[in-house]
């Protein structure tokens, strides 16, 4: 019989790859809208991006815990980035769920505000890119 070896479970990588998932899905759904304009799809992104920011938390939160244990607090580059674009990610992503709870409507108002909401949508895709590219310099 085979000894049983220790199973470490480690939480940051599971949140991580959860909340890394819903914006990518966000983005494509608010794709979807502005092609079809299907209000289902909108309504979907802002979902998404709700079940996304109360991950972040979480995430941020399990990644500090490796950081200090894991790694020993080591200040370096990748560390350094993860720290202050995860804030970053949380701010954009708060800003972007208020901001679509407050004005409902922002995807049905022509100007300037849908673009800006469309662009900041899209910009969380991209920092969950940059965060999980840098995590993976660890695996």
Not at 34 to 47: G, K, M, R
Not at 55 to 74: E, V
Request: proline letters at 4%; glycine letters at 8%.
């Amino acid at each position: 019989m085979l000894p049983l070896k220790k199973q470490v479970v480690h939480i940051h990588h599971i949140a991580t790859h959860f909340t890394n998932a819903l914006f990518p899905v966000a983005a494509a759904l608010i794709t979807l809208y502005l092609i079809t304009d299907n209000p289902s799809f909108e309504t979907a992104c802002f979902y998404s991006m709700v079940f996304g920011l109360m991950a972040i938390p979480p995430t941020y939160g399990s990644g500090f815990y490796d950081w200090r244990t894991r790694f020993q607090g080591r200040r370096t580059f990748i560390f350094n980035h993860k720290i202050v674009f995860g804030i970053i990610f949380f701010i954009l992503a708060f800003i972007c769920v208020a901001w679509r709870f407050i004005d409902g409507g922002i995807m049905y108002s022509p100007g300037l505000n849908k673009w800006l909401y469309v662009s900041l949508v899209y910009s969380l895709t991209a920092l969950a890119t940059y965060l999980g590219y840098l995590g993976g310099k660890f695996i």
